[in-house]
């Protein structure tokens, strides 16, 4: 028998952020048919982070808007999984459960892309999309779909990342070491975030989450971060994050502050997964130039060297391999009215440029990278000098 009651789903409630980073008017993307494009978040985080209790309260609770969510994990009491009939195979994305206050749900054994594209022939029935994805999983992939998929790039566009960990484990897993020498998952969904919800702080004394949040800043200085019980956070922490929109223009600069006052703070212990910024002292002359350099990064995996510095460096020099996990960055073409927004997940990056946003002399724009083996000093060394090579 199915319970209309759900007891143990938290009430969301207003939250004091740790950091705030305040939303601008942004207008609604529109596709080329005049359209709505529909936001889509993407919900990460280890099993018993609290990221299915979070979803199942915006599944049945009442909040005047209109959600879909792609469920990946559900607990084994789950009202709402008894709901839905779920194929031989395991692996549903064709069944969707309209509930009571609007919302639509479904539960995926996949990345939950095919989930979305048959959602939208229910277009006019929601206004987010909530992508929940199994605790294992590296973000990264599922965020690079919606660049690569020109048809759902169409009808939705991707708002922005939410990683929700559990404070008295995730230090542990953060250390997890991986036998390929690889960053672990959890490091990555931290890395990748753009909000941070650290569940269950009643686990840890003050002193315990002060280092944690630095550990975490240490990781992704560019996040918003939030402490919460039982998954207990403002239903807009989650929407309306606009972390890829390309009107955002102001966003980068007070992030970029974050990461400078964060730096003066905090000492890295070893070489970790960590956030650095390059301010750029001048706008750029060869934008084409400057994407050949930000691809040698990301494809190459290594610093880029033009040749004359490759033929400096010994031989038998061997350069320590660079990943990047998250670039956002903001530039200045020389002569142009438009800047140019700068978005990346691990080796797919996207140029657009920022409509209406005006050009400033005193600031020629800046680049943001998330990652491991990333020192500050020589990007700016090998940018400078390969934008002088042409």
């Not at 630095?214 to 929407?239: C, H, K, M, W």
């Not at 994050?241 to 600069?253: F, M, P």
């Not at 997964?273 to 084409?288: G, S």
């Not at 060394?381 to 002088?388: A, D, G, H």
Request: include cysteine; charged fraction near 25%.
């Amino acid at each position: 028998m199915q319970s209309d009651d759900f007891d143990d789903i938290p009430d969301l409630v207003p939250v004091v952020e740790t950091s705030t980073v305040p939303k601008p008017p942004i207008e609604p993307a529109c596709n080329s048919d005049g359209q709505k494009k529909i936001p889509v978040t993407i919900v990460t985080g280890f099993l018993g982070s609290g990221k299915t209790t979070l979803l199942n309260y915006i599944l049945t609770e009442k909040h005047e808007k209109k959600i879909a969510v792609i469920l990946n994990e559900f607990g084994e009491s789950s009202d709402i999984e008894k709901a839905l009939s779920i194929n031989e195979e395991g692996a549903l994305y064709e069944e969707w459960l309209e509930l009571r206050n609007g919302c639509l749900c479904c539960s995926v054994k996949d990345n939950g892309v095919k989930a979305i594209e048959n959602l939208m022939e229910k277009r006019g029935k929601f206004d987010y999309v909530l992508l929940e994805t199994s605790g294992l999983a590296d973000p990264g992939p599922i965020a690079s779909i919606f660049w690569m998929d020109d048809d759902l790039g169409s009808d939705i566009y991707l708002d922005g990342i939410v990683t929700l960990v559990d404070a008295k484990y995730i230090s542990q897993h953060i250390k997890d070491k991986k036998e390929d020498g690889a960053i672990n998952e959890a490091t990555k969904q931290i890395a990748i975030a753009d909000r941070i919800i650290i569940n269950k702080k009643d686990l840890l004394s003050e002193s315990e989450m002060s280092e944690l949040e630095n550990t975490i800043s240490g990781i992704n200085s560019v996040a918003t971060l939030v402490q919460t019980e039982r998954s207990r956070v403002s239903l807009d922490f989650v929407l309306d994050i606009h972390a890829y929109d390309i009107t955002d223009v102001n966003g980068l600069a007070l992030q970029s502050q974050k990461i400078n006052e964060h730096a003066s703070t905090h000492v890295h212990p070893d070489k970790t997964v960590e956030t650095i910024c390059i301010q750029l002292d001048q706008p750029i002359r060869d934008v084409d130039l400057l994407e050949r350099w930000i691809q040698t990064l990301l494809w190459e995996k290594m610093v880029p060297r033009t040749d004359k510095q490759q033929h400096q460096q010994h031989a038998s020099s061997e350069e320590e391999q660079v990943t990047v996990l998250r670039l956002k960055g903001i530039i200045t073409p020389q002569g142009g009215k438009e800047r140019i927004i700068i978005q990346g997940v691990q080796d797919l990056y996207d140029m657009q440029a920022a409509g209406g946003s005006d050009s400033t002399d005193d600031d020629a724009g800046k680049l943001v990278f998330i990652g491991r083996n990333l020192v500050k000093e020589d990007l700016e060394q090998s940018l400078k000098t390969w934008l002088s090579s042409s």
